[in-house]
Every structure is written in structure tokens, then in C-alpha cells.
């Protein structure tokens, strides 16, 4: 489904409360977009002050152990008027600019389906609105729809992916097809752990809380999971009888391309990691360090993620999690995690970067995610340089995807929407063509294989199309998506 990101058709509409809503131009990959009218917005706070409430210019987030200084935000956005009965949306983004924050590095901010029809002006810890309780005080909330851990960095966005909650307002899941959302702090742990964000008046227009929706196809894969593998061309790989789980039991299962390659003359590994996640290797064409290669740019897709609000996670095996991994380290190499590439995921190149620890960890942590099923919605996994057949060859490789990728499909992230791609970093001794496996409950399947030319800017594409971002990153703009390996896509 190749979509192109050109031809805007858009419109934009007011906000209310007297905000002007400036559109964000998206393209007709996704049909239409808008951003949907703020009816209410309020802060309810506890304790002393349970029967007050602020509509303030500042929304708070906050967690204590005393009741007087908890704080909970709450927003009404109308996606009934707006938005036709039943639309499609494909991607719905709640977006705040943090004002201040106290000194913990994060906090985790869930946000909630409230369940009762509240009234900004007359809402408290107490009352959903005059003279009527909430059941539970401090608000009566429905499922956690998304999280985000909000950093430090004052007049920095934070977005929380909404497309589910809306999805299901635009249904009437509810009994109403407004959006009713709770923000609550879940992952704090401190006396009085606070994020302030810009609220309605603000004096910025740019600065006041958004929703932004975009209506049109949307995926029906939720999670995936990228695993990239280490310099080895398909031919060998398949003529050397030392992959029987891939070649028995993993082809059989799953479709494969025939003709994926890496990017034209694009030698040695880490400008194809740095391609598969800009479109670009930025003039790469070594493995330095990020010391000397970081890049400035925000064209990237871990970048375009976290505008979305959607979830993402680098695991890279051998690391420790206790620091950004900049350097190599045992059998870890950044060279093969492009993530801690990009200046504005590790700070610039900060070991202590508390975004880059949040967002790149120790691979032994994807299995506690699948099991509580938390996984991110974009997992990038590294193997170690034996386990990648970087170092010990076609043999280890095999028998490390024989133990892991089970584990994932056994999980609920990947029954109920996942999708594994497995893939090599390059050829060896030339473009390949190299492996590109595609395991999903929505791939073809049975051993379906096909002989369409694909390069790393394929994956790349097909990854932004399933999550609805953009513009295309570079030379995906150029390529063809992996949709025919996939039976609904």
C-alpha cells in the first residue's frame, strides 16, 4: 500500500474556549486530520483542597503521600461534532508542553478513560460535577489507554498516543463520542513528584493542550518487532545447512522476500542501522562511535514516535541499563544500535541521559514486558555480536532465534496484533540480496516468498505506514512497502 505523504487536504477548526487551532498538515495517507475542540479542562486536587478545583493557565500532574498536595488533570475534547460516526482514525495524539517539574528525571503520566460526564467548571476530587460525587474520589477512570514518562526539559511536548481511546469514542464504546480523558501520575514514587504543563490560556497558542486526530486506514498491527541480524547474504544463509530453525520451521510459518538488499554500495554496518532508521546514512560510512558520528538531526523515526506519543524501546543485548551505552562494552556495539545515534534521544551524547536509559535497555527486559504484557508498541532488538552472527557465525544466530522469537509469538502483544520482522544488517561482499522474514497472525504466511526488490528504505516505510507518521523519512519516500508479504496490512 504505497501512500503517498504529497497533496494536502486539510482543515483546520477552533478550539474551544476561545483557542485559535492551527492544523498540522497531514497528508492523504491517512485521509483527513483535524484538531478536535477542547470543551473542559480542569485540575482536581485532593485533601484541604477537595472541593476546589483550577482551570487555570497550568494543568498538574502529581503524586504524594500527603492528599492536600495530589493532583490529577482532567480533558474533554469534542469528537462527536467533529469527527463522523463510526470514522476510521488512525492516529489521535495528545499533546502538552511542560511548564516546570520538580527534580525526579521522569514521570509517568497514564492516561485514563474517565468514566463519568464531567463539568470543568464544577469538577473537584469530590464531584464530577455540583452536588453529584464521583463513586471513588479523585475521579472515576476507566482503562489506562497510554502512558508517557515526562522529562525535565521545560517547553518540551509530551504526547500520549491516543488513537484507541478516540477509536472507541467515535464508536460510542462509552455511551458518548466525546473524548473524556484522565491524566494520573503511575509511576512515581516521591512525597510530592510534580509535572506543570501549559493549560488552556496560555499566552502561546502553540503552547495549549492539543488533540490532534487523523482519520483514514489504519493498521491492524499494534506492536512490532525488528530484529536485525549480522552480515550474511540469503544464498548462503539457505545453501549452508546451518539454520534449521530458520529454514524448517520459521520459513514454513512465516513470508520471506527473495530480493531485499541493503541500500546501494552502503558498506560497512552501521550507515544500514543509521538507513533503517532515517532513510539516510546522514554521510556515514564507517563504524565510529557516536562521539564522532551523533547526529542533529530529528528526521528519524524513534523521533516521529515520540511526537505520536507511541511507545518505543532499543534492546540491545549486553548492556546494563544503568547508563546510555555509547561505547562499546563486551559483545555490544552502538555500531548496531542507531538509536544512540541521535542527539536528541541521548542528550548529545550524555551517558547519564535519562531518556536514552528510559528507551534503550538491556534486552533480558523485553521478556518481563511480554509476560505483563507492558511491550512498547516499536521494539528494536539487537542481538549480541555472537548472537547476531556477527562474530560466531550462521549456527549461533539460528539457535538464538530458535530460543527468542518463540518467546515473542507466544506473548499476547504479538496474538492480538503483533508483527516480527527479522532482517540482516548488509550483504557480505556485496548488497546481498539478504533475508527479510515477516512473522505476523497478518502475513500471508505457509512459506509465501516473493521476488519484489526491497532495500532497508522498505522497512522503513512499512513501519512508518503502520504507524501512521511522517512525512517519510528519506529514501522511503522512494520505496516499495513489504504489504505483499502481509495478507491484511
Same mark, same amino acid.
Given at each position: 500500500?504505497?501512500?503517498?505523504?504529497?497533496?494536502?487536504?486539510?482543515? $483546520?477548526?477552533?478550539?474551544?474556549?476561545?483557542?485559535?487551532?492551527?492544523?498540522?498538515?497531514?497528508?492523504?495517507?491517512?485521509?483527513?486530520? /483535524?484538531?478536535?475542540?477542547?470543551?473542559?479542562?480542569?485540575?482536581?486536587?485532593?485533601?484541604?483542597?477537595?472541593?476546589?478545583?483550577? !482551570?487555570?493557565?497550568?494543568? +498538574?500532574?502529581?503524586?504524594? !503521600?500527603?492528599?492536600?498536595?495530589?493532583?490529577?488533570?482532567?480533558?474533554?475534547?469534542?469528537?462527536?461534532?467533529?469527527?463522523?460516526?463510526?470514522?476510521?482514525? %488512525?492516529?489521535?495524539?495528545?499533546?502538552?508542553?511542560?511548564? =516546570?517539574?520538580?527534580?525526579?528525571?521522569?514521570?509517568?503520566?497514564?492516561?485514563?478513560?474517565? &468514566?463519568?460526564?464531567?463539568?470543568?467548571?464544577?469538577?473537584?476530587?469530590?464531584?464530577?460535577?455540583?452536588?453529584?460525587?464521583?463513586?471513588?474520589?479523585?475521579?472515576?477512570?476507566?482503562? /489506562?489507554?497510554?502512558?508517557?514518562?515526562?522529562?525535565?526539559?521545560?517547553? =518540551?511536548?509530551? %504526547?500520549?498516543?491516543?488513537?484507541?481511546?478516540?477509536?472507541?469514542?467515535?464508536?460510542?464504546?462509552?455511551?458518548?463520542?466525546?473524548?473524556?480523558?484522565?491524566?494520573?501520575? *503511575?509511576?512515581?514514587?516521591?512525597?510530592?513528584?510534580?509535572?506543570? #504543563? #501549559?493549560?488552556?490560556?496560555?499566552?502561546?497558542?502553540? @503552547?495549549?493542550? @492539543?488533540?490532534?486526530?487523523?482519520?483514514?486506514?489504519? =493498521?491492524?498491527?499494534?506492536?512490532?518487532?525488528?530484529?536485525?541480524?549480522?552480515?550474511?547474504?540469503? %544464498?548462503?544463509?539457505?545453501?549452508?545447512?546451518?539454520?534449521?530453525?530458520?529454514?524448517?520451521?520459521?520459513?514454513?510459518?512465516?513470508?520471506?522476500?527473495?530480493?531485499?538488499?541493503?541500500?546501494?554500495?552502503?558498506?560497512?554496518?552501521?550507515?544500514?542501522?543509521?538507513?533503517?532508521?532515517?532513510? !539516510?546514512?546522514?554521510?556515514?560510512?564507517?563504524?565510529?562511535?557516536? $562521539?564522532?558520528?551523533?547526529?542533529? $538531526?530529528?528526521?528519524?523515526?524513534?523521533?516521529?514516535?515520540?511526537?505520536?506519543?507511541?511507545?518505543?524501546? =532499543?534492546?540491545?543485548?549486553?548492556?546494563?541499563?544503568?547508563?546510555?551505552?555509547?561505547?562499546? $562494552?563486551?559483545?555490544?556495539?552502538?555500531?548496531?544500535?542507531?538509536?544512540?545515534?541521535?542527539?536528541?534521544?541521548?542528550?548529545?551524547?550524555?551517558?547519564?541521559?535519562?531518556?536514552?536509559?528510559?528507551? *534503550?535497555?538491556?534486552?533480558?527486559?523485553? @521478556?518481563?514486558?511480554?509476560?505483563?504484557?507492558?511491550?512498547?508498541? #516499536? &521494539?528494536?532488538?539487537?542481538?549480541?555480536?555472537? &548472537?547476531?552472527?556477527?562474530?560466531?557465525?550462521?549456527?549461533?544466530?539460528?539457535?538464538?532465534?530458535?530460543?527468542?522469537?518463540?518467546?515473542?509469538?507466544?506473548?499476547?502483544?504479538?496474538?492480538?496484533?503483533?508483527?516480527?520482522?527479522?532482517?540482516?544488517?548488509?550483504?557480505?561482499?556485496?548488497?546481498?540480496?539478504?533475508?527479510?522474514? +515477516?512473522?505476523?497472525?497478518?502475513?500471508?504466511?505457509?512459506? #509465501?516468498?516473493?521476488?519484489?526488490?526491497?532495500?532497508?528504505?522498505?522497512?522503513?516505510?512499512?513501519?512508518?505506514?503502520?504507524?501512521?507518521?511522517?512525512?517519510?523519512?528519506?529514501? %522511503?519516500?522512494?520505496?516499495?512497502?513489504?504489504?505483499?508479504?502481509?495478507?491484511?496490512?
Amino acid at each position: 500500500m504505497n501512500r503517498s505523504w504529497n497533496g494536502l487536504r486539510h482543515f $483546520s477548526v477552533l478550539l474551544g474556549l476561545a483557542l485559535a487551532a492551527v492544523l498540522v498538515a497531514l497528508s492523504d495517507l491517512t485521509g483527513s486530520a /483535524l484538531l478536535a475542540p477542547l470543551t473542559d479542562a480542569v485540575t482536581i486536587r485532593g485533601g484541604t483542597y477537595a472541593n476546589t478545583h483550577d !482551570t487555570g493557565a497550568m494543568l +498538574v500532574t502529581k503524586t504524594s !503521600t500527603t492528599a492536600s498536595l495530589q493532583r490529577r488533570t482532567l480533558f474533554k475534547f469534542d469528537t462527536s461534532s467533529s469527527l463522523p460516526a463510526g470514522a476510521s482514525i %488512525a492516529l489521535a495524539t495528545l499533546r502538552l508542553t511542560l511548564h =516546570s517539574h520538580d527534580s525526579t528525571p521522569f514521570q509517568r503520566v497514564g492516561a485514563y478513560w474517565v &468514566n463519568k460526564s464531567f463539568i470543568g467548571s464544577q469538577a473537584t476530587w469530590n464531584s464530577y460535577r455540583t452536588g453529584l460525587p464521583w463513586i471513588t474520589p479523585g475521579g472515576d477512570f476507566g482503562p /489506562l489507554y497510554a502512558s508517557a514518562d515526562v522529562g525535565t526539559v521545560n517547553g =518540551s511536548t509530551v %504526547a500520549w498516543d491516543l488513537t484507541t481511546m478516540v477509536q472507541d469514542a467515535v464508536n460510542n464504546k462509552y455511551g458518548t463520542r466525546y473524548t473524556r480523558v484522565g491524566l494520573v501520575d *503511575v509511576g512515581s514514587s516521591g512525597s510530592g513528584a510534580y509535572r506543570d #504543563y #501549559y493549560g488552556p490560556t496560555a499566552a502561546n497558542t502553540t @503552547q495549549r493542550p @492539543q488533540l490532534i486526530v487523523t482519520t483514514g486506514h489504519r =493498521s491492524p498491527i499494534r506492536t512490532v518487532f525488528v530484529i536485525v541480524m549480522e552480515n550474511t547474504n540469503w %544464498a548462503d544463509l539457505k545453501n549452508s545447512g546451518s539454520a534449521p530453525y530458520i529454514m524448517n520451521t520459521l520459513l514454513p510459518a512465516a513470508s520471506h522476500a527473495e530480493r531485499y538488499y541493503n541500500p546501494p554500495g552502503l558498506h560497512p554496518s552501521e550507515p544500514n542501522y543509521l538507513w533503517m532508521e532515517a532513510g !539516510t546514512n546522514f554521510g556515514i560510512r564507517n563504524d565510529g562511535l557516536p $562521539s564522532a558520528n551523533h547526529q542533529a $538531526s530529528k528526521n528519524h523515526l524513534v523521533r516521529q514516535l515520540t511526537d505520536a506519543g507511541i511507545s518505543w524501546m =532499543s534492546y540491545q543485548e549486553d548492556i546494563s541499563g544503568t547508563s546510555c551505552p555509547l561505547t562499546n $562494552s563486551g559483545l555490544y556495539a552502538p555500531k548496531h544500535n542507531p538509536m544512540v545515534f541521535f542527539d536528541d534521544v541521548t542528550n548529545t551524547n550524555s551517558s547519564t541521559s535519562a531518556f536514552c536509559i528510559a528507551h *534503550v535497555r538491556p534486552y533480558t527486559e523485553l @521478556q518481563t514486558a511480554l509476560t505483563k504484557n507492558t511491550v512498547a508498541r #516499536y &521494539n528494536f532488538i539487537t542481538p549480541n555480536l555472537c &548472537n547476531d552472527m556477527h562474530d560466531c557465525g550462521i549456527a549461533a544466530g539460528d539457535t538464538w532465534l530458535s530460543t527468542e522469537v518463540p518467546k515473542i509469538m507466544n506473548s499476547q502483544a504479538y496474538k492480538s496484533g503483533g508483527a516480527i520482522f527479522v532482517t540482516w544488517d548488509e550483504g557480505e561482499g556485496s548488497d546481498g540480496p539478504i533475508g527479510m522474514i +515477516v512473522a505476523s497472525p497478518f502475513a500471508k504466511g505457509g512459506g #509465501y516468498q516473493n521476488t519484489i526488490r526491497y532495500t532497508h528504505s522498505s522497512l522503513l516505510r512499512t513501519l512508518q505506514e503502520i504507524f501512521s507518521v511522517g512525512p517519510f523519512l528519506g529514501d %522511503a519516500a522512494n520505496a516499495t512497502d513489504l504489504k505483499d508479504l502481509f495478507k491484511t496490512f
